[in-house]
């Protein structure tokens, strides 16, 4: 099974969104813009004008700015040759082969650590730190075919979403 993958600032965002969000640091996002939002609906005729500014950045901190900066981000990250140069990724029987412009690796299946489908890509991680990133939108109608791929060559603590 063959993909070619060629990234886009937008799939770099939602990849770092991905990343940003999930878990604690998730958590206390959300609840960080949600008791500031709170304060400004419910406390803002006992505080002042310097406090209801606060608050408004504390607001906007999470919900605006961070992802705007990390769209910003990704938009540089994707003018990199090593980002726009195609992906090719061929998952077979024994080896994951992952090739791009004169450079090939391959991987046997139990190098993949994890493997995370979300709503709009496939996370392949290779350790904590190395991951690549294969869209939905390259998979396509082959989502299925590529799943039972997956389960058959992964234990299921080591894939999600599928």
């Known amino acids: 099974m063959k993909f070619e993958i060629n990234l886009d600032a937008t799939d770099l965002w939602r990849f770092s969104m991905y990343h ?30 310097g406090y209801i500014a ?3 950045v504390c607001a906007l901190a999470f919900s605006v700015w961070q992802p705007l900066l990390l769209y910003l981000k ?3 990250q994707a003018k990199t040759a090593g980002i726009r140069e195609t992906l090719r990724m ?9 090739s ?7 991987l ?17 991680y290779t350790d904590r730190i190395h991951a690549y990133l294969l869209p939905v939108s390259v998979v396509g109608e082959r989502m299925e075919e ?3 791929l997956v389960r058959k060559h992964l234990p299921k603590e080591r894939w999600k979403g599928l």
Do not use: Y
């Open 100 to 106: 791009q412009a004169d450079q090939i690796q391959e």
């Open 54 to 56: 606060l608050l408004v």
């Open 146 to 148: 590529f799943a039972a």
């Open 90 to 98: 061929e998952f077979g029987e024994e080896l994951v082969t992952v």
């Open 74 to 76: 990704s938009r540089k």
């Open 108 to 124: 046997p299946w139990d190098r993949i650590v994890k493997l995370i489908r979300t709503k709009h890509m496939v996370i392949i």
């Open 20 to 49: 940003v969000n999930r878990g604690l640091q998730g958590i206390f996002n959300l609840l960080f813009t949600a008791a500031a939002v709170l304060c400004l609906i419910f406390a803002r005729d006992q505080l002042s004008g």
